[in-house]
């Protein structure tokens, strides 16, 4: 029953801000790094953000875009400035491992969440 749940994805002019959050489901006893993907037909997953004590981000992002977890490490956001129509897309949330109880799940990818900057 291991999966991460996304929600806060829309329609929202350019210039606009969303935050997008991400929930591990289950009774999680440790989470590895996890990050954000987006998606564009025809387009591979492209990495927008990552965080694993540290964060790293898209050059296409960088100073707009910020990755945060929630205290208990089993939460990520995204929270996105100054949208631009590039952004436009289905925003995938990823965790390297969960593992609840004695299981252990790698590679572990949300359902997706569009996201439309279009004025």
């Known amino acids: 029953q291991v999966q991460l749940v996304e929600s806060g994805g829309g329609l929202v002019q350019p210039g606009g801000s969303l935050r997008l959050s991400c929930a591990a489901s289950?009774?999680?006893?440790?989470?590895?790094?996890m990050g954000w993907y987006r998606q564009v037909p025809g387009k591979q997953r492209e990495l927008v953000a990552r965080?694993?004590?540290?964060?790293n981000y898209a050059d296409s992002v960088k100073g707009r875009f910020t990755i945060s977890r929630d205290s208990g490490k089993n939460t990520v956001y995204l929270h996105m400035n100054s949208l631009k129509p590039e952004d436009t897309g289905v925003y995938y949330c990823?965790?390297?491992?969960?593992?609840?109880?004695?299981?252990?799940?790698?590679?572990?990818w949300g359902q997706g969440t569009q996201v439309t900057v279009s004025s």
């Open positions: 990823h965790a390297d491992w969960v593992r609840e109880g004695t299981y252990i799940v790698t590679n572990l």
């Open positions: 289950g009774s999680i006893f440790s989470i590895g790094a």
């Open positions: 965080i694993d004590g540290t964060t």
